[in-house]
């Protein structure tokens, strides 16, 4: 006799980043595209892209929850304007975000349960991002979530988390709440919850595909990627701005722009007179950019304002005037005494070159009226 009633369904598989990402359409060319894409962002060499599709293929999602404090939601902005994978296939394929506040369709008691589970049953396997900084002036309640303050929760999620992911330099460093004189006590995720492990991705706001690179790296060697002294990838924040600016010809040259809208401006000069921070930032904005790759602000004519460095609210303001001094080109050379010292060094690079010429051209003449007299007497 066949079985009657309804028969129990067999327990789901839970779908690998590369099987999620196939089934919305994402060709095999453009996976391995992808792959090789975030290697080069990772500085790793093209032999290690097999490795991170396969791991790509195997590695199940990574619970994830996104937690939000003394923030404007730039960096959830900025996380929604993602590319390749785009924001939708990394929130629904990638991960499995669990919890956040601006994204989720949740709200109140039921969105605060969601959180509450994730942390006690995925304890150690999942990991907290927190956007913005947390406040700790009179206990905290300068910012509260369901009737718990910032800090309260943070150091819950973030204490029990695989890692934490400080996304925008509000998080990793205080950013704006904590500029003077800081009356809320906002500080940092790391100095919030000491003994959490945090990577740091500072900037105002974090520039979306260094999370992605962050995760894939984690999936393919089971770690994340080795840190600056100030918590931050290396990957993302181990140069200078100034280092890859595509400006950095006319600084090397002593040409700036002097106005916003002059000639210099027009002709793309650099813009250290302007106030641009490059000098004094680490970060790898001339290299991912913004808007699928296309510009950042430096591109566009804007100069740094040094936003993925610690305080920067307080130590690179006045954002429209210079860096008194030139990091790295000794500490009493000025923009204008560099540019004074190669206009004179390549004028006598040139004199020198001149005078060269003119005693091999006069060498060369009598060598010439020499061999003509040998020839007349012989």
Known sequence: ???????????????????????????????????GAVAGMLGLDAAVVPRIAEALQQKRKLPLVWLEFQDCAGNT???????????????????????????M???????????????????????????????????GVYCTIGG???????????????????????????????????PTGAVSVSAAVPGATVINLSACPFNAANVTALLVHYLT??????????????????????????RRAHFDAGQYAEGFGDEGHRLGYCLYKLGC????????????????????????GHPCV??????????????YERLPKVDGFGVDVSADAIGVGIVAGTAAAFTAHGIVKSIQKRRAEKAEASEDERAEKS
């Open 148 to 182: 718990r303050t910032a800090l309260d929760i943070a150091r819950e999620v973030c204490g029990n988390a695989l890692a934490t992911v400080a996304a925008g330099t509000c998080a990793c460093f205080g950013g704006i709440p904590a500029a003077a004189p800081n």
């Open 77 to 103: 902005e900025s996380f929604l304007r993602a590319a390749k994978p785009s924001v939708d296939e990394i929130i629904l394929d990638a991960i499995s975000l669990n919890y956040h506040e601006t994204l």
């Open 277 to 300: 921070k490059g000098p004094a930032t680490y970060q790898n904005c001339p290299t991912v950019r913004w808007n699928e790759g296309m510009n950042w602000p430096i591109g566009a």
């Open 306 to 319: 040094g936003c993925a460095e610690p305080y920067f609210w307080d130590t690179m303001t006045p954002f």
């Open 221 to 246: 060697f089971g770690k994340f990627p080795a840190l600056d002294g100030l918590g931050r990838p290396l990957f993302a924040y181990g140069k200078r701005i100034h280092d890859a600016c595509e």
């Open 105 to 139: 369709a949740a709200a109140g008691h039921l969105a605060e349960e969601v959180l509450e589970r994730t942390v006690r049953e995925s304890k150690g396997q999942y990991i907290a991002v927190v956007e913005g900084s947390i406040p700790t002036a009179d206990g």
């Open 1 to 35: 006799m066949a079985p009657t009633g309804h028969q129990p369904r067999p327990p789901e598989v839970e779908e690998t980043f590369y099987q999620a990402l196939e089934r919305k359409g994402l060709s095999r060319r453009d996976f391995m595209q992808f792959a």
